[in-house]
């Protein structure tokens, strides 16, 4: 069976999205690991899947699968790829887009400037502190954990550029403190409206931007007092900008998504 798919990256975090409402498909893990696989597949950090809405409210259901096979609850970079894609298809012909997935309901707006905005809305992130213990010089020990619907660890550090993130990360977020893992995000803070990111996501190894960690690592950076609002998140190959309000919890993400190219697999 041939299906169609469209790859397409944010940032660098590069997925590959699967149309599941004109064309029949049904993937299983195997399925997942195989497209995902960079040397015997199309190679990606995410598979997305557009299915039909589940609400008459939402536009579109979508699920999210890293590249080890295993769904996962959000994905920041996902979401504005998904948005950029069911306009480009014209799945949905509309600036405004609402849609769900795992962890609820996001409503996305294509701007003229070629950014795309998710709104999550109101999102309740409660901040944990954890001491660990770690055998690094001149690292913190201090560990913050949130949630913006799936679990995530911000580390803050003096200098991205001297964490082996892929060591580091793969430490971290095996903790057990962490119930299923955790996306874990390096935090280097320039300024109370700017900080560089690097993230180890849970499933698929170090990636070139994390949407939902540049999320999180702001919430973190507020609840501790070095982050105002907006913040311009910066990663290795370009920025998103971030806007939590404290005081209505609302969360937004505006960056770009950009389609690589279409083709065809067989399963």
Known sequence: MLVNFT?????GN???VIDAISQSVRLQSIHIKKIANRNFGIGCDQVLIVEPPIRPEAD???????SNGHEV????????????????TGL?????LVADCIAGQIVMYINKDNLINVDFGKINATVQKHTIDIDKPNLSNDLFATSIGNPHGIFIVPKITDISIT???KE????SLFTNEANITFMQVINPKTVHLRTFERGAGTTLACGSGACAAVIVGQHIGVLQNPVTTKFAHGE????????????????PAVSVFIGKFRI
């Open 7 to 11: 790859k397409m990256h944010g940032l």
């Open 14 to 16: 590069d997925v590959v």
């Open 60 to 66: 579109f259901y979508y699920r999210i699968y890293n």
């Open 73 to 88: 609850e959000q994905c920041g970079n996902g979401a504005r790829c998904i948005a950029q894609f069911v306009l480009d």
């Open 92 to 96: 949905i012909n509309k600036t405004k």
């Open 167 to 169: 060591e580091l990360g």
């Open 172 to 175: 971290l977020s095996s903790l």
């Open 240 to 255: 998103l900008t971030i806007s939590f309000d404290k005081h209505t919890h609302n969360l937004q993400m505006s960056g």
